[in-house]
């Protein structure tokens, strides 16, 4: 009655029961209505794996393509070693139909995956059916295919969008790029006019839905006048949250006609940059997550969702229930400052690239989250700053050049008003302002540059993660130095810039740059943005 065994061949199947409670039998499939709840279950696998997985690669918002966006594209990964074929027998085939207009791409396998694209430029707006299909070219047989409908926007329906996500899983506001740099915080007056005299450009304010309309709307009026966004806080309204049991929200009484209230409200207000929807649930929640994001995006569809977890694993779960994905590991002091590498690599990973990943980098003290000593403002001890000490200046620009260069699409700090009680709060400031000077002026760089991916360099197993930006040819070097040990490091550039190599934010020129090699020295945690001249044309002297 109460326990059984469901034995699936279908991964998909398995991927969507997780942590789900409530299913029901269509036929001989399973979906996730809820007509039938299991107190016990067990998930068994079938005889072997299926053949492969389809993603779909762009649109990657909202399954909308959007003007300027020519290319529907999807891949495929197989499980070659589990099957009785080889990438070479194998093609890969997509269509793309809408009204009168279908569009084609095929690729052919490179070991066990395979992306094809189709250009969408000649298709109409509105729906567009798009299918994809593995064939044996030897037999001409369909081994595993799969369809979507997706959606090509008007450039009126995109103009109405305020915020979306581009192909790059890059923000569009208001029809531009923009880079979020910004902090949690609360909805303090004062606390906000500190931040927005600073690069700092949004705020996710905390505990928003405990004041007035009226003031937040003030706030954000505020907000606005000084050129910032803010990610307006509804993660203490989600389904089955109790912060607002007892006080409801103007009157509004239950969190889903809350979220309507709220989303309604403010919906309009131009200095909303998304929602945030919540913050590191379980997964036993995500069939409520996935309506709770329905239910914002329906009340605005012209805005995206964000959430924040530091489940990297978890991660695709999770896809379906918002469109930007924070990832919030605090590793000072007991981590080292590559946990952020990491943790960039596998959200991106387990997401498949298919959203943005915004890294929440640390700027407090886990010594301030002490259920004995409730005063995050207090002095701490030397225990306290053994074992729970905020993170330095070096630590702090190292984590953010690890996030950018591993590719974060955008930085938020946590969290301000922790922060501003450490008592190296005015050192710390100043820091962390000089940190987003930089990332600001490097922003139009990292929203519009080609990501040429890491450069080689000597000695072999340097500490240093880097990436090549090219940008209308002047290209961008991001190295960043891992270790709390100084190196020195010769990078090959490909081929040599035209004069120099100018080091960003320091003032100085690369002392040593012979043809395409370019060599300097780092301290330990130091990073270095070098902008490179465009090289001379081909056959030029």
């Given amino acids: 009655k109460n326990s059984f065994e469901l034995t699936l061949n279908d991964a998909a199947d398995a991927i969507a029961l997780n942590d789900v409670r409530s299913i029901a039998f269509s036929g001989n499939r399973l979906t996730r209505d809820a007509t039938m709840t299991l107190d016990n279950f067990r998930l068994l696998p079938g005889n072997r794996p299926p053949l492969g997985e389809f993603d779909l690669l762009y649109p990657n918002y909202r399954q909308t393509i959007f003007p300027g966006h020519r290319n529907i594209s999807v891949g495929v990964r197989l499980s070659l070693e589990e099957h009785a074929v080889r990438p070479a027998d194998l093609l890969l085939t997509l269509t793309a139909a809408g009204g009168k207009s279908t569009a084609f791409g095929r690729a052919g396998f490179t070991g066990a995956g395979a992306v094809a694209t189709a250009p969408s430029g000649n298709l109409p707006a509105g729906p567009v059916a798009v299918a994809a299909r593995v064939t044996d070219r030897r037999s001409g047989k369909v081994l595993i295919s799969r369809r979507w409908t997706v959606r090509k926007a008007t450039k009126a329906e995109t103009d109405a969008t305020k915020v979306y996500v581009d192909d790059r899983n890059n923000l569009i506001v208001d029809g531009k790029p923009f880079f979020p740099l910004g902090w949690f915080g609360g909805a303090s007056m004062d606390q906000l006019e500190e931040i927005a005299d600073s690069p700092f450009n949004t705020i996710l304010a905390y505990g928003v839905n405990t004041q007035s309309k009226a003031y937040m709307t003030s706030f954000m009026d505020r907000v606005q006048r000084r050129g910032m966004k803010i990610i307006y806080c509804m993660n203490d309204v989600y389904p089955t949250a109790t912060y607002l049991d007892k006080t409801g929200w103007e009157g509004i009484r239950g969190n889903g006609k809350i979220a309507d209230g709220i989303v309604k409200a403010f919906r309009s207000h131009p ?36 959430m924040v977890s530091y489940q990297m694993p978890d991660l695709m779960y999770y896809a379906p229930t918002t469109d930007i994905v924070g ?18 690599r596998d959200s991106i990973a387990n997401l498949k690239g298919s959203k943005p990943v915004w890294a929440v980098i640390q700027a407090f003290g886990w010594y301030q989250y002490n259920e004995k000593h409730t005063d995050r403002g207090r002095i701490p001890t030397a225990e306290d700053l053994r074992t729970g000490r905020a993170p330095t200046y070096d630590e702090e620009r190292c984590m953010a050049y690890l996030a950018l260069v591993h590719g974060a699409k955008g930085l938020l700090y946590y969290c301000y008003y922790d922060m501003r009680v450490l008592p190296q709060y005015p050192e710390m400031w100043a820091g962390l302002k000089k940190i987003a000077a930089e990332v600001k002026a490097l922003s139009p760089v990292l929203l519009a540059a080609k990501d040429l991916g890491p450069v080689a360099c000597s000695p072999a197993g340097a500490p240093l993660d880097t990436m ?41 020129i690369a002392p040593e740059l012979k043809g395409s090699k370019l060599a300097d020295t780092f301290k330990p945690l130091e990073a270095h943005v070098y902008e490179l001249d465009p090289a001379p044309p081909v056959g030029s002297r």
Avoid at 277 to 287: H, Y
Avoid at 328 to 333: F, T, V
């Fill in 468 to 508: 090549l930006l090219d940008r209308g040819g002047r290209r961008y070097l991001i190295a960043v130095n891992t270790q709390m040990t100084p190196c020195r490091v010769t990078f090959n550039l490909g081929r040599p810039p035209a004069s120099n190599a100018r080091v960003m934010f320091e003032g100085r």
């Fill in 327 to 344: 990832i919030d590991r605090y590793p000072i002091p007991t981590v080292p400052v590559t946990e952020v590498r990491r943790e960039m």
């Fill in 271 to 306: 200095a909303v940059l998304a929602w945030y929807l919540n913050d590191e649930l379980p997964t036993k929640l995500i069939p409520t997550l996935k309506g709770y994001y329905d239910q914002v995006r329906r009340n605005d569809p012209s805005r995206p969702c964000l």
